[in-house]
C-alpha cells in the first residue's frame, strides 16, 4: 500500500509511513531513553545484527541477514502485551539479575531455520508448536553462538555475558521479570533464505544504563570552552628575563676565546624582557624576594610573534 500526498501529489513509500507513524506516549510512566543513549544502543545492536546474520549463514548454510529495528525502553508488562500469544520466548540467564533477558521469534521460523542445518535446500511452511527434544537442542545451540555475538557486539554496555536457559511457547506464562521491570528492548527482521521473519530481544535494564551513565557524554559548546580554558591554566611554562637578541656570523661563534665581549643591542637602563616559553609578556627589573633573585614587572603587553 502507498500514501499519496493531498498537497504534492507524491507518493509515499510504505517504509516511509512506517517511520512517520505517531507513537502513543504515557506521561504516566515515562520510561523513554534520552537520544545519546537510545544511539548509542543503536549503533550497538546494529553490530549485533550483522554478526547474527553472519553467524545464521554460516550456521544454516543459506544467505541470511538481519536487520535492526526500534529500540526502546519499557516495562516487561509492556514488552509481553506487544508479543504474539504464541511465540518462542528464550529466557537467557544474566549472572548477577534475578531477571532474564529474552530472545523472541516465531517457532515457524526457528524450524525453517533447523530444517536448513538438517540439510533441506528450501524454505519450508511451518506450524506455530513446541519445538521437539532434538529441535530444542538444535536450537540451543545455535543461539548460544547469538549470545556470543551480543555480548561481544555490546561491548562495555554488557558486562556480563548472557546464557540460554529455558524457552517458552507462550509469552503470558513466560516469567522473564516482574511486570514492573524495565527492559531495554530491540526489534530485528530475520530473513533465512526466501523466509522472514520479525523478532525482539529484551535485556534487563539495570544490566545496561549504569554503564550508559546517567548523563549525556556529549560536551555542550558552551562547557568545552570552559573546560578548555579551565585546563589551560593549569599548564606549566617558562619564565624568564632576557636582553635584546643581537645577531652574529657563523665566524664569529667558531672564533670565540675566553675573554672576547660580545657587544648587545639592549641598553643597560632598559628593564628586560619578560618573556613565556619565547614569547615576549612584558618588562621587568631584576631584584630579589626574601634572598632570592626576583624580578619585579613594570609593564605588561600582547605578544607580536
Known sequence: MYLLAEKTGAVIPPEEV????????????????????????????????????????????VLSSVTPGQVEMMTYDDYVASLPPAT?????????????????FPAAGALNWVSHILGSPTAIVAEERKFTRIEQTLISNLLTETLEDLHYSL????????????????????????????????????????ATVQSSLAIPAESVLPQLG????????????DALRE??????????????????????????????????????????????????LGSAVAGNQSGRIAAVVVSTEESRV
Not at 518462542?88 to 523472541?104: I, N, Y
Not at 506464562?173 to 530473513?191: C, G, P, R
Request: proline share 5%; with cysteine; hydrophobic share 45%.
Open 18 to 61: 512506517e517511520k512517520r507513524r505517531a507513537v502513543l506516549y504515557d506521561f504516566r510512566r515515562p520510561t523513554t531513553l534520552s537520544r545519546e543513549h537510545s544511539r548509542t544502543l543503536e549503533l550497538a545492536f546494529e553490530t549485533f545484527a550483522r554478526q547474527w546474520g553472519t553467524q545464521l549463514t554460516a550456521r544454516v548454510r
Open 214 to 225: 546517567e548523563e549525556s557524554t556529549a560536551v555542550q559548546e558552551d562547557y568545552a570552552e
Open 231 to 280: 585546563h589551560l591554566v593549569s599548564v606549566p611554562m617558562e619564565l624568564a628575563l632576557a636582553v635584546t637578541d643581537t645577531t652574529i656570523t657563523p665566524a664569529q661563534v667558531l672564533n670565540l676565546a675566553v675573554g672576547d665581549v660580545l657587544p648587545l643591542p639592549h641598553p643597560a637602563d632598559r628593564p628586560l624582557l619578560l618573556t613565556v616559553d619565547g614569547q615576549r
Open 88 to 104: 518462542a520466548m528464550v529466557l537467557c540467564t544474566v549472572s548477577g539479575s534475578d531477571a532474564h533477558a529474552v530472545l523472541q
Open 155 to 194: 561491548g562495555g554496555l554488557l558486562k556480563k555475558p548472557l546464557a540460554v536457559g529455558t524457552i517458552h511457547h507462550n509469552a503470558q506464562f513466560a516469567q522473564a521479570a516482574a511486570k514492573s521491570d524495565l527492559m531495554i528492548t530491540a526489534a530485528f527482521t530475520v530473513q533465512v533464505g526466501e
